[in-house]
């Protein structure tokens, strides 16, 4: 199994964003707690930050035929891009949505998500966890799978 995940826009300053509302761990510490994880589950696991939407779709669609699974935090892409959510409704590969607060606490903008309609589930508001979370609900889903 060849999982993906996805950090949309600002996650790259995790550590120092907002810790009252992410955390205080960075990126690269959520990718090491990840990578950890998925070692021991014996899955292979890639990692990818951009900022840019455009980037974000490129991402998806070069994951058709590579990856199993994709954990992707769209970030603020998740209230406004119809263009992400198009990529993954096309690429076909099971997604599990992720965010570290929780978006239906927060402004009326954060509490509609463009992503989770065509996600297999959402995990809002575990701060890392949620990453860890989405990452065996994956996993768990493929076991689920028959073939
Ligand atoms: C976020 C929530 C979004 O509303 C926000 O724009 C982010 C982070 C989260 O992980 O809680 O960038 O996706």
Known sequence: MNILVIHGPNLNLLGRREPDHYGILTLDMINALLQEAAQKARIAI???QSNAEGELVDAVQKAIGVFDGIVINPGAYTHTSIALRDAILAAGIPVVEVHLSNIYCREDF???SYISGVALGVISGFREQSYLLGLQALIAHA???PG
Request: a positive charge; glycine letters at 0%; aromatic letters at 22%.
């Open 110 to 112: 954060r509490q509609h």
């Open 143 to 145: 076991d689920r799978k």
């Open 46 to 48: 890639s990692f990818y």
